[in-house]
Nanobody, 119 residues
């Protein structure tokens, strides 16, 4: 059974940093792309960025470009979202998700982790 488990959320002051982790289990993810998403109260879910597992190629939303970094650790089967220079508007529940690299639909989702940035 495929599982994605996020961790690392919490409360941080504006300008601070957090690193989220997404631990993957249940299959080999070498043929997958991983995405990070977030959803703030009263807002639609938005994509933060993603990484292709095999190549390490990444992409980011304009709102986080230059502040957030996505990486993966093959040995630990874990994807990371390093968030720097956090802003109050980054407050949201953050989710990781997985899709086949050639597909557009994400098949597997984690349970989410809360990130709160205080001003």
């Amino acid at each position: 059974q495929v599982q994605l488990v996020e961790s690392g959320g919490g409360l941080v002051q504006a300008g601070g940093s957090l690193r989220l982790s997404c631990a993957l289990s249940g299959r080999t993810f070498s043929s997958y792309a991983m995405g990070w998403f977030r959803q703030a109260p009263g807002k639609e879910r938005e994509a933060v960025g993603g990484i292709v597992w095999s190549s390490g190629s990444t992409n980011y939303a304009d709102s986080v470009k230059g502040r957030f970094n996505i990486s993966r650790d093959n040995a630990k089967n874990t994807v990371y979202l390093q968030m720097n220079s956090l802003k109050p508007e980054d407050t949201a529940v953050y989710y990781c998700a997985a899709r086949y690299v050639l597909a557009t639909k994400y098949l597997y989702w984690g349970q989410g982790t809360q990130v709160t940035v205080s001003s």
